[in-house]
């Protein structure tokens, strides 16, 4: 039976306070002011008037070399020859539009809002939260350390490119995991980049357990991590329709929320401003939370843990994974300068670095480790896809496309 259609507006007297409060310019006192950014090595931010400081940010993020691989990346469903299927790139915009609007509402820093939105993925994998899955078992077999995304994404800019990005962009990054849902959303204070690499050294060391201990320090990064999820929920479920994993009335039971994407991107944004204005946290109510970690964990029973979703990525990525990862750390531990790990990984990091030197060590003394999964975090999944060939041209893993065809052949068969 198909589920009606509701989407909730916020209270009458909210809007009038909210129009009230704009007539009057108010100005959220828990807004992040431009001023108090933190930039590595300096005591000030030194931004100047046209270009603010988390607008700097923005341009740095987009002008990201790596940026541009965004497109290419799996966000759930991989082996799709289907352009209507998400990819990574059009998930973080739809995450800074789901953040914008409502940190608009609430009265937020709205650059700030956008620079974390853009760069929160910069440090994810190939063929998606499979691919992440695969790297930290890789990683903590070869040195004891882990491999998560957000924490790849602060090393992105910090440690590979060398960007000079604030403290509050990174921390948002670095916090904003949106598999871990919470009803309410405290800020927690970060003072300096010290602490920043204390919480980045606990999430490569602990694992799971330190990255679920991960808090923002910004209302703007509380409600990018829960736009993270907002963005995904109803997204997947357009994408899982349009593959034929699931069908349109697979029977998700979320009421509060509503299951389609329209209404959970309206019903969520509503209910979190209608709780959340004039706070110093974000909150969101009982009811909703609710329907929020049940439409979760729907997705996961009827999408992420589908036969048609994991069985693939077990029987043929893990392993690719672990021929290609073997074979990169085997390379840069030989120094073999004709290895695709030097030749595109190591001299495009020199050769895009070369006007940010400073006093930190060269990439290369990096762990042998870290350095292959740097490259392979930083691949598209046909690039993936192509070292893998080109490295084992005999290999037995092949990866079959659906075709953009698949429905027309199905029906001239029959």
């Known amino acids: 039976m198909k589920q009606e259609l509701i989407y909730h507006k916020l209270s009458d007297e909210l809007q009038e306070r909210i129009r009230r409060d704009k007539d009057e310019h108010w100005e959220n006192p828990y807004r992040f002011r431009e001023e108090n950014a933190r930039r590595q090595g300096e005591e000030q931010d030194n931004s100047p008037l046209w270009r603010p400081a988390f607008v700097r940010d923005i341009e740095k993020i987009l002008h990201l070399p790596i940026y541009n691989r965004y497109a290419d990346k799996t966000q759930v469903l991989s082996f799709y ?15 800074s539009r789901i953040a914008r609007n409502i940190g608009s509402l609430l009265g937020l820093n709205l650059d700030l809002i956008e620079a ?7 440090g994810h994998t190939p063929f998606g939260h499979a691919g992440e899955r695969y790297l930290n078992d890789l990683m903590e077999e070869a040195c004891g350390r882990h491999f998560f995304h957000n924490v790849q ?28 849902e919470q009803q309410e959303y405290r800020p927690r204070p970060l003072h300096d980049f010290a602490g920043l690499e204390s919480r980045v050294e606990k999430c490569l060391t602990e694992g799971e357990k330190a990255v679920k ?40 039971t979320s009421s509060e929320i509503g299951s389609q994407n329209a209404a959970i991107i309206n019903n969520l944004s509503v209910d ?79 050769e895009t670095t070369r006007f940010y030197q400073d006093d ?33 041209p005999k290999s037995s893993y092949q990866i079959e496309y659906h075709s953009y065809f698949e429905d027309l052949e199905r029906r001239a068969e029959v």
């Open 116 to 122: 974390i939105s853009l760069g929160h993925d910069l």
């Open 213 to 252: 201990r991960l808090v923002p320090s910004t209302l703007e990064a509380c409600v990018v991590r829960i736009s993270d999820m907002i963005a995904y929920l109803g997204k997947d479920r357009q994408d899982a329709e349009t593959a034929h994993i699931i069908s349109r009335n697979v029977g998700f």
């Open 153 to 180: 994404s602060v090393r992105v800019l910090e440690n590979m490119f060398r960007r000079k990005v604030t403290l509050q962009t990174l921390d948002g990054i670095l916090c904003h995991n949106g598999e871990f």
């Open 360 to 392: 930190r060590r060269d990439y290369l003394e990096e762990r042998p480790e870290q350095i292959a999964a740097d490259y392979i975090a930083s691949m598209t999944d046909s690039y993936f896809l192509a070292l893998h060939r080109f490295l084992f």
């Open 81 to 95: 020859e289907n352009d209507d299927i998400t990819r990574r790139g059009l998930h973080v915009q739809l995450v």
């Open 272 to 350: 979190i401003v209608e709780n959340s204005y004039g706070k110093e946290y974000i909150l969101l109510s009982p009811d909703t939370f609710r329907d929020l970690s049940t439409a979760k964990r729907e997705n996961y029973q009827s999408i992420y843990g589908s036969d048609a979703v994991k069985g693939k990525y077990e029987q043929t990525v893990r392993p690719m994974f672990r021929e290609v990862f073997e074979k990169l750390l085997k390379d840069v531990k030989a120094g073999d300068l004709s290895s695709p790990i030097f030749r595109h990984h190591i001299d495009f990091i020199r």
